[in-house]
Structures are given as structure tokens and as C-alpha cells.
């Protein structure tokens, strides 16, 4: 299995607008139905207004590498563009 922790730090007060625009239905429930996902969260970050927290588990690496060439992730790539600063990650194989 394959974690993956994401810290978005986005521009000042846009937490809510990016929030909005990546848990929506439709987006969330075309990664939750990918081939691999076992867990797509996106979580503010208790009191720090802009940080956005991401948690994914994926089966493999090859489920979440096929995951960032899906049609849907342009919408979360223009949503990133718009709204992030920049971006930490942490990935484990566990």
C-alpha cells in the first residue's frame, strides 16, 4: 500500500474557495472510483487558515501514478494553479 500526505499552503485567504472546488461530488467520487483508491481526504488545517491537508492511500504506486493521468485531475491542477503558493509531499510504501 501507498501513502501519500500532501500540505498545500495556499495564498492568503483562499482556503474555502480551493476547499470548495477540490471536495466537489463529482470530483471526489471520480478518485474515490479509480482502480487503487482506498482513501481521498482533503482536511483544513486546524488553525492554520491556509493549509490545506491531503491524505491518499493507494493499493500500489502504479495505482496512484495512473491516477494523476485521469481527465478529472485537470480540473484539480487548475484549482492548484489558482489557489496554491506551494506544496509539500510525503509519500510511503507501507
Not at 501513502?3 to 482556503?15: E, F
Not at 492554520?48 to 485521469?70: F, G, N, R, Y
Given at each position: 500500500m501507498?501513502?501519500?500526505?500532501?500540505?498545500?499552503?495556499?495564498?492568503?485567504?483562499?482556503?474555502a474557495d480551493?476547499?470548495?472546488?477540490?471536495?466537489?461530488?463529482?470530483?471526489?467520487?471520480?478518485v474515490l472510483n479509480e482502480n487503487g483508491c482506498l482513501k481521498y481526504e482533503y482536511i483544513p488545517a486546524e488553525g492554520?487558515?491556509?493549509?490545506?491537508?491531503?491524505?491518499?492511500?493507494?493499493?500500489?504506486?502504479?495505482?496512484?501514478?495512473?491516477?494523476?493521468?485521469?481527465p478529472h485531475m485537470a480540473r484539480i491542477a487548475e484549482l492548484k494553479d489558482q489557489y496554491m503558493d506551494?506544496?509539500?509531499l510525503d509519500m510511503e510504501e507501507v
Open positions: 501507498l501513502k501519500v500526505h500532501v500540505k498545500y499552503h495556499l495564498k492568503p485567504g483562499t482556503q480551493f476547499l470548495a472546488g477540490v471536495t466537489e461530488k463529482t470530483l471526489q467520487d471520480a492554520i487558515p491556509d493549509l490545506v491537508l491531503l491524505e491518499e492511500e493507494w493499493t500500489s504506486l502504479q495505482a496512484q501514478q495512473t491516477h494523476l493521468k485521469q506551494h506544496m509539500d
